[in-house]
């Protein structure tokens, strides 16, 4: 009597990590997550309020065409990217270091035509270091969005070769980007989490077990209902989208 071949084991749910993003208002953090998460990109966008949450499945190639890639035993990496994209508001600010103490990685923003928004960024990377430690604690990414300006008579009011220096000086990569075009976007997400795997702390960090839809899903923590004009004591509501 023949009997059947075992079933072969269950893959080990892919790693899941937190990704925090944190710069000023305005220079355009919602915009690369939709963009990288949805694909999608919206002119005059309201500013977020408290914070928003999305996620991912990233799938990472060893070269050569993705889809490829993810078809072959051993030929990509993956993991759920949990994005959380903080208001850069002033009255918000308070708020960041509940989103970021427990992150994997930071994408820390700026506007490539605005040099206030880049000196915002130092502000931030010391604040972090303050509150997770040295850069073998969270692994940082510095973004230049909005180089699409650039091109439309805009001036570059950051030197790249000053930003670039900047970010080895700390142990972070540097990365240009249009959320408006989609340039650069992929890049940024897709080289911090290749560097959060790379880690060794986080390398055998497993997934929780949750399940994960590959086209992402999006969270909008919202601040108390009263916080505009001085809060109340309600903690903060959210909304699924």
Not at 43 to 60: F, H, I, N, Q
Not at 104 to 115: C, F, I, K, P, Q
Request: hydrophobic fraction near 30%; charged fraction near 30%; charge should be negative.
């Amino acid at each position: 009597m023949s009997h059947p071949f075992p079933s072969p084991p269950s893959p080990a749910p892919p790693p899941r990590f937190k990704a925090v993003l944190l710069g000023e208002g305005r220079v355009g953090k919602t915009s690369l997550v939709s963009r990288y998460v949805d694909g999608t990109y919206e002119d005059g966008r309201a500013p977020t309020l408290g914070a928003s949450y999305a996620e991912k499945l990233v799938v990472l190639g060893n070269g050569g065409d993705k889809a490829e890639n993810s078809e072959r035993e051993g030929g990509c990496k993956k993991a759920v990217l949990s994005i959380w994209d903080t208001a850069g508001q002033e009255r918000y600010r308070s708020l960041g270091p509940i989103y970021y103490r427990d992150a994997e990685g930071a994408v820390l923003v700026y506007d490539v035509t605005d040099s206030s928004t880049f000196e915002r960024v130092r502000d931030w990377i010391r604040e972090l270091r303050a509150m997770v430690g040295d850069e073998d604690k969270i692994c940082l990414v510095i973004v230049g969005n909005k180089i699409d300006l650039l091109g439309a008579g805009g001036e570059r009011a950051v030197a790249l070769k000053e930003a670039r220096e900047y970010a080895r000086s700390v142990g972070a990569e540097h990365y240009c980007t249009s959320a408006k075009d989609g340039i650069g976007v992929d890049d940024v997400f897709e080289g911090l989490t290749r560097k959060i795997l790379d880690s060794p702390k986080y390398r055998s960090k497993l997934d929780d077990g949750a399940s994960v839809r590959p086209g992402g899903r999006r969270l909008i923590i919202l601040p108390p209902s009263g916080d505009q004009q001085g809060g109340d004591e309600d903690g903060p509501r959210s909304t699924c989208c």
